[in-house]
């Protein structure tokens, strides 16, 4: 194949910000991706099968059962794990990754985020550590990405947030029934809540039009193409820029090195299982945490006997996700209004400065409510069957007000990815090894948030409640990684405790970039999404930039 300038592995949220921006300034790239580009026709509005329903299959990939991973309990033993199980901690494989099916939330990290350790040092047996880039070296970046994505929303009237160059380009959706319920409550407390800033077009926006407010939400594909993606916004662009090739349904095996130690392409498998090489002056790993790392360390040759930036055993360490916790709030009267996407109003007052905890999380009401979502959600003392259960299916489905949040993982280095060369997928290529777990004081963080949710429940008037958090004999035994997953390639200063630099570019292999949320130092208290992507914008910036300069061309 002729060679280019770049390959892009992975079409998610950061991949194809990075293909739109080097096709863009005049790059020859080949974007890669593992799944289908699907459509809202491909995977039509079943409430038993969706991306956070995996029983009934992944709608949005792993296609098949082909590719499992390894997953190590907290005795030690391994357990396999298909797709379309729950410890596989699944990511949407697909053109526009999670970005196709997510809830959309839009989220800036706030300005403590980026400096973790220095707000409130090391927690002893945790790895925390501060970012090597600032929120105000990203800020121009969260905005292009508001403005090239597509934000909507308004957090003006919030203090805790950073400080913003522009507002968001599209006002928020108008509010749903359980805004009206839960807005004056929150300022009864005394906190600040808000219009959550979605990547949802609220008026029509780049040519797309507004959501229509339907209840398939979160977990689907938006059949009027109102949430905003990687896959319907930069993809297009960088195809039309005729300087972009994208090819679907292809595994990469590794990344191919020279004698010198540069990478010169990589090797995959095409949608007809055949081995392809495809030649390049970089390659940039976009794949997603667990993916991103499994690739460096499978990519194993003379020089780089571990994998890819693993020099000293730092690729896949810091595996990071969010613990959500909140509350279920019953009440007599009906709070449900079958609206979407359901989430309206959140506050971020929690996600610093509490006395005694390292950081918190955002607060928000929950996405949808499909009759499957109350089987969890209703009353501890509920039958789980018969005419008992039935009544209270049809009590409470509209009579409850779920808040919940994402609390801010505290990292330690033993929750990692690694690769067992024992169990191989389809392509015959060792599979991914998931061990360990957040640090204690993360679950000690959610318990707090799920009474703080349970306190904002009682105030908008509910009758009872019950909490959603994870009590210490139940804990999980691994770290939940699946959507949100992080930090397996963190970024930093320093190449005895980093796998890249502040550019997201291996520090032993000047051409190999890994951009995507394995770069995450930290993971923060909100939906990951906008800070993949501005992340993406700034590390492709300083590409281009290199490029020009000759920095690359071998």
């Given amino acids: 194949m002729k060679r280019v300038n770049a390959v892009v592995i992975g079409a998610g949220a950061a991949g194809g910000i990075v293909a739109k921006e080097l096709s863009t300034a005049g790059l020859s790239v080949v974007l890669l991706e593992r799944g289908k580009w699907y459509t809202s026709n491909d995977c039509r509005k079943d409430d038993l099968r969706n991306q956070r329903t995996t029983l009934l299959g992944n709608a949005f990939g792993p296609p098949d059962e082909g590719n499992p991973r390894v997953w190590v309990d907290g005795k030690g033993i391994s357990h396999i794990a298909l797709p379309s199980e729950g410890d596989y901690q699944n990511n949407a494989a697909c053109v526009g990754g999670g970005t196709l099916s997510y809830g959309a939330q839009a989220w800036r990290y706030l300005p403590q985020d980026f400096r973790m350790r220095s707000t409130y040092g090391v927690p002893a047996g945790s790895s925390l550590e501060d970012w090597p880039i600032s929120y105000d070296d990203l800020e121009p970046f969260y905005v292009k990405a508001e403005y090239e994505i597509g934000i909507s929303g308004d957090d003006s009237a919030t203090p805790f947030r950073g400080p ?15 805004f009206g319920i839960l807005e004056p409550a929150a300022k009864r407390l005394g906190l600040h ?7 949802r077009n609220s008026i029509p926006y780049n040519g797309r039009g507004p959501c229509m407010r339907c209840r398939w939400c979160c977990g689907f ?50 949608a007809d299982g055949r081995l392809q090489e495809q030649l390049s002056d970089i390659v940039v790993v ?38 959500y916790t909140g509350a279920v709030g019953y009440f007599d009267f009906e709070t449900y209004d079958d609206i979407g996407p359901g989430a309206s109003i959140a506050v971020t007052d929690y996600n610093h400065g509490t006395p005694g905890l390292c950081g918190g999380g955002m607060l928000a009401n929950e996405f949808i409510r499909l009759p499957i979502h109350s089987l969890d959600r209703l009353p501890t003392n509920t039958p789980r069957w018969g005419l008992g259960h039935k009544h209270a299916m049809r009590n409470y489905h509209k009579r409850t007000i779920v808040v919940i949040g994402p609390t801010q993982q505290i990292p330690t280095e033993h929750a990692r990815v690694t690769v067992d060369a024992s169990v191989k997928d389809k392509w015959g290529l060792p599979v991914a090894r998931l061990q360990g777990n957040c640090h204690p004081h993360t679950f000690e963080i959610g318990d707090v948030q799920a009474r703080r949710a349970q306190t904002w429940l009682k105030e908008a008037g509910a009758v009872d409640t019950s909490l959603m958090t994870s009590r210490p004999e139940v804990r999980p035994e691994l770290i939940e990684a699946s959507q949100h997953q992080a930090g397996t390639c963190r970024m930093g200063n320093d190449p005895r405790s980093s796998v890249v630099n502040r550019d997201c570019q291996i520090h032993e292999v000047d051409n190999v970039f890994v951009i995507d949320s394995s770069v995450n130092v930290t993971n923060g208290g909100f939906n990951p999404a906008l800070t993949i992507m501005a992340v993406a914008y700034f590390a492709s910036e300083s590409l281009v930039r290199n490029w020009k300069g000759t920095g690359f061309r071998s």
């Fill in 164 to 178: 913003r160059s522009r507002d968001l380009p599209m006002p928020p959706l108008p509010v749903n029934r359980e």
């Fill in 193 to 199: 809540p808000i219009n959550i800033p979605m990547a």
């Fill in 221 to 270: 594909a938006c059949e009027v193409d109102a949430k905003n993606g990687s896959q319907n916004t930069v993809i297009p662009i960088a195809l039309a820029s005729g300087n972009c090739e994208m090819r679907t349904e292809c595994m990469v095996k590794k990344i191919l090195m020279d004698d010198r130690g540069r990478a010169h392409g990589i090797s995959y498998f095409d």
């Fill in 286 to 323: 976009s794949a997603c945490a667990i993916e991103s790392a499994r690739l460096l360390l499978n990519s194993k040759s003379r020089l780089f006997p571990a994998g890819i930036g693993n020099r000293y055993d730092q690729v896949g360490r810091n595996l990071q996700g969010h613990h």
